[in-house]
Structures are given as structure tokens and as C-alpha cells.
């Protein structure tokens, strides 16, 4: 079965360090991944998605995402974090019927 | 352009109570979702539509039940609430469910069961 993990609920950093949110997956075939972003009360946005191709994806707001098809990872990074990217990041992907499989979720908080 | 929409924001019910969340989208997509959101859990599937008309069950669609009279609206019902059915509810749409599609989120609906 499809399958995504989020092993982090909160990660922490500081304004203008690198960020890391990691995601791992488990899919029979080939992986389509994304990655959304939710703003306090606010619906989930897409950030990006890798369908095939260059193992870095380039997406919204500076963010980016690694495909390690070795290590079944798609992690999501940004070089230089900002007090504003704090939210609730979900990596999701889709099953065979299409659908999409939500992890559990991490909790980034970017301080000044 | 108002993308995918929810009404109501908020409710309170009582057990037993009954309501209906309504989602509506102005892209023409064919596929849409509901999904409800608990904390530590993510997003689970409700139900969803391929199109008008159509329905299927998802990941938990226990005590929900759904409706796609017209391509725009998808309709969620809580015949009976529960305690349980506390969350918030996310509606979504895309064009279809191909290989990458994006899904276009509402906002959100918060139900509080008592």
C-alpha cells in the first residue's frame, strides 16, 4: 500500500538558517509526491510536486524538495528560512487510484 | 475567481444533530474531495466524486454521506453527529486524479459535536 511518513511533528529554526522537513514514502511503482503548506486557519496550498525527472524540484516561496529514489525521500528545504514560512507542512502521495495519501504532518517554526 | 469555497467556516452541533457542509468550485473540475482533519492524523479521505453524479467512499466515510447533483457543489451530511465527528473538514477539487493532478483546497469547515 501507498504510504508517506513525516518523522518530525515540530521542527525549529532560526530566521535566515537553512530548513529541512523530511518525508519519506512508500509506493509500488513509480512515486508522485507533493508537498502542501497550511497557514494558521487557513486550506492547504500546493507547494510542488515531482512527477518524473530532475530529482529537485523548484516550488512556491523559494522552497524546493530532493527526490532520493534510493533512500524513498522527499525532503523539503529552503536555503534561507523566514519567520513567515511558519506553518504546517504536509507531504502527500498519490495512490494507485489517484487519490492522495497525506503524512501526519510537521509543524515548522521559523524565530526571529 | 473565488477557487473552492465551504459553507459554513464554523458550526456547533449537538449529538445526534444533523447538517449539511456545502463545497462549491468555479474551476469546472471534474474530481472533487472531502476530507477531514485531526490533529497528529493529517488528512484523511471522506469521500469523493469523479463527476457529476458519481460518488465513492473513502478512507472513512462511516456516518457521512455525500452528494454531486451538479459538477460545481459536493455536498457532505451528518445525518447523526457524534463526538467523534469533531474536526475540521476540508473540501477539494482538480481537473482529474492523472498521474500529478493538484488538488485546490478550501478553507475549511470547523465542526465542534457536543
Known amino acids: 500500500a501507498q504510504s508517506v511518513a513525516q518523522p518530525e511533528d515540530q521542527v525549529n529554526v532560526a530566521e535566515g538558517n537553512p530548513l529541512t522537513v523530511k518525508c519519506t514514502y512508500s509506493v509500488s511503482g513509480n512515486p508522485y509526491l507533493f508537498w502542501y503548506v497550511q497557514y494558521p486557519n487557513r486550506g492547504l496550498q500546493f507547494l510542488l510536486k515531482y512527477i518524473t525527472g530532475d530529482n529537485l524540484v523548484k516550488g512556491s516561496y523559494g522552497f524546493e524538495a530532493e527526490f532520493n529514489k534510493s533512500q524513498t525521500s522527499f525532503h523539503l528545504k529552503k536555503p534561507s528560512a523566514l519567520v513567515s514560512d511558519s506553518a504546517l507542512y504536509f507531504c502527500?502521495?498519490?495512490?494507485?487510484?489517484?487519490?492522495?495519501?497525506f503524512g501526519q504532518g510537521t509543524e515548522l517554526s521559523v524565530k526571529p | 475567481n473565488a477557487g473552492v469555497t465551504q459553507t459554513p467556516k464554523f458550526r456547533v452541533l449537538k449529538t445526534g444533530q444533523s447538517m449539511t457542509l456545502l463545497c462549491a468550485q468555479d474551476?469546472?473540475?471534474?474530481?472533487m474531495y472531502w476530507y477531514r482533519q485531526d490533529p497528529g492524523m493529517g488528512l484523511r479521505l471522506i469521500h469523493y466524486?469523479?463527476?457529476?453524479?458519481?460518488?465513492a467512499k473513502g478512507e472513512v466515510p462511516d456516518g457521512y454521506n455525500v452528494s454531486r447533483l451538479k459538477k460545481q457543489n459536493f455536498l457532505l451530511g451528518l445525518e447523526s453527529a457524534a463526538p467523534s465527528q469533531t474536526s475540521v473538514y476540508f473540501c477539494a477539487s482538480s481537473y482529474f486524479s492523472g498521474s500529478a493532478e493538484t488538488q485546490y483546497f478550501g478553507p475549511g469547515t470547523r465542526l465542534l459535536v457536543l
Open positions: 474551476m469546472n473540475h471534474e474530481y
Open positions: 466524486s469523479v463527476g457529476e453524479g458519481t460518488t
Open positions: 502527500a502521495v498519490r495512490d494507485l487510484g489517484g487519490k492522495l495519501i
